[in-house]
């Protein structure tokens, strides 16, 4: 399985972030599967930032969960991060990441990453 980010890497304080993980190799609807968003800002480390489940419900961490939709297309083997009213403390990598337990996603252990994404938010 394959996971590659794509969106804009310069996003303007209060705009909304938002990225894409196409996956290749593998479907995202496979039983059992957690798909998910995790950050890492310069000089700190790893952020569970939420999943969305191969039945296509989603689980936010609770620091995020106002500002975070995750969602998905199916027929194009994709999921997305929405964060909205970004600040410059949201400059991180943006990695997305996949592993039957949720718990292993949490914790930086998933079976499968992404190579990141570097996104500045800045005027």
């Known amino acids: 399985v394959q996971l590659q980010e794509s969106g804009p890497g310069l996003?303007?304080?209060s705009q909304t972030l938002s990225l894409?993980?196409?996956?290749?190799?593998g479907s995202i609807t496979t039983n059992y599967y957690f798909w998910s968003w995790i950050r890492q800002p310069p000089g700190?480390?790893?952020e569970w930032m939420g999943a969305i489940a191969y039945s296509g419900s989603t689980d936010y961490s609770p620091s995020l969960k106002s500002r975070t939709?995750?969602?998905?297309d199916t027929s194009k083997n994709q999921f997305f991060l929405q964060l909205s009213s970004a600040t410059p403390e949201d400059?991180?990598?943006y990695y997305c990441a996949?592993?039957?337990?949720?718990h292993d996603i949490?914790?930086?252990?998933?079976?499968?990453?992404?190579?990141?994404t570097q996104v500045t938010v800045s005027p």
């Not at 939709?69 to 998905?72: A, G, K, L």
């Not at 252990?109 to 992404?114: F, H, K, R, S």
């Open 106 to 116: 949490v914790v930086g252990t998933p079976e499968y990453w992404g190579q990141g």
């Open 91 to 93: 400059t991180a990598v």
């Open 20 to 25: 894409t993980c196409t996956v290749s190799g």
């Open 44 to 46: 700190k480390g790893l």
């Open 11 to 13: 996003v303007k304080p």
């Open 98 to 102: 996949a592993a039957k337990s949720l």
């Open 69 to 72: 939709s995750i969602s998905r």
